[in-house]
Structure formats: C-alpha cells, structure tokens
C-alpha cells in the first residue's frame, strides 16, 4: 500500500531563516506530488505541484520554492522566512494522468516569529 | 480558473440530526471530490462522483453530483461526534493535474 511522510510536525522559525520541508512517498511510481496552504483550518490553496522528477509549476508567485531531487521526494524551501509565511503547510499525491485523487500527509504547523 | 463555493461554512448541531452541505459552481467539472479533515492532519479522501446524478453513499453519508455536473451536495443522517470536522469539496478538469479546493464546511456534532 501507499504512504506519504512528511516532517516535521511542527516547526517553530525565525524571520529571516530557511526553510526546508520535506516529503517521501512510498509503494507507488511517478506520482503527482503537491504542495499546498491551509490558512485558519479552511481551504487549501496549491503552492507547486510537480508531474516529474525535475518538474515543478508554481501556482502562486512567493517567498517559497520547491524541488524533486527523485522520483518520490518533494521539497519546500525558503531562504528567508517572512511572518507572512506561517501556516499549515500539506504535502499531497495522485496517480496523476487522469486521477486526481490526493492522499496527503499529516501536515506541518509553522509558524514565523 | 473554477471558484468552488461550499455552503454553509460553519454548522454546530446535536448528535442525531441530519443535516445536508453544500458545493456549487459556475463551471462544469469532470470530477468532483469530497475530503474530511480534523484538526492538526490532512485531509483524507472520502469519495468521488464523476457523473451527473450520480449518487453514493458511504454508511451514513450520502453524496450527490449534479445532472450538470456543476454542484453536489453531501448529506449525513443521525450524525455523531465522531463526524465531527471540515468537509472539502475539490474539482478538477480533464487534462489537468491540479485540483481546485472550496474553503470548506466546518462541522461540529455535540453529544
């Protein structure tokens, strides 16, 4: 069966730090993989999603980057942490081709003080 | 771009009720999919529909896509604590890869 990790759970970071977020994906080949926001416990709003090692769209121009250094890993990066930038940050994947279907990770609380 | 708006955003009823929310659009999906999410953990697919009038049920939730293919509602009969939580709606298009999120229902069931 398929899993998702993600960490870590929580971060704690100063304004002006990097960032690195990471997440694996286990029992599965070339999936979609997907980052996303979620301010206030509502709705999601997609930062990168990648359909392909080296390949990453971003949705929403920023503070963020992310890579796909292999085939199940997705990372999110910053160089300099704004305030702005805390939330709860999800990692998620797809069959990709015709299914969207996500099945995420628990997620990591950050937050920028 | 679809904008997905979910209805009500906030529902706070007594264990038992039923109680029915919704999803709507402008735009005509492919699919459309239904996640739970609690507090701190990411959301977890409950079902998608793909067809218009397509109904499924999931023990005591039942899930409904539109005969146009551009709202769906999800209803709950006799709901529990345990259904306790945000139900998100999401949407997506032939051809891409993404899928469009509405802000959600926030549920809360009281024993």
């Known amino acids: 069966s398929q899993t998702i990790h993600q960490w870590p759970a929580t971060l704690v970071q100063p304004v002006g730090s990097p960032l690195s977020l990471e997440c694996t994906v286990e029992?599965?080949?070339?999936?979609?993989l997907y980052w996303y926001r979620q301010a206030a416990g509502r709705g999601l709003q997609l930062l990168f999603y990648?359909?392909?090692?080296?390949?990453i769209s971003s949705e929403v121009p920023q503070n963020l980057s992310a890579s796909r250094p292999q085939d199940r890993q997705f990372i999110l990066s910053s160089k300099k942490l704004l305030l702005s930038d805390s939330g709860f940050y999800l990692c998620?994947?797809?069959?990709?081709?015709?299914?969207?279907?996500?099945?995420f990770g628990q997620g990591t609380r950050l937050t920028v003080v | 771009t679809q904008l997905l708006e979910q209805s009500p955003q906030f529902l706070s009823i007594q264990e038992g009720e039923n109680l029915t929310v919704y999803c709507n659009s402008s735009s005509v999906f492919s699919s459309l999919q239904w996640y739970r999410q609690e507090p701190g953990e990411g959301p977890v697919l409950l079902v998608t529909v793909v067809t218009g009038g397509e109904v499924k049920k999931l023990k005591r939730l039942t899930f409904q896509f539109g005969d146009a293919r551009k709202d769906s509602s999800l209803h709950i009969t006799a709901a529990q604590p345990g259904d306790t939580g945000l139900y998100l709606c999401a949407a997506s298009n032939v051809g891409y890869s993404t899928l469009t999120f509405g802000k959600g229902t926030m549920l809360l069931v009281s024993p």
């Open positions: 998620a994947w797809s069959l990709g081709l015709r299914n969207t279907e996500a099945f």
């Open positions: 990648s359909v392909g090692i080296g390949q």
């Open positions: 029992g599965t080949s070339n999936p979609n």
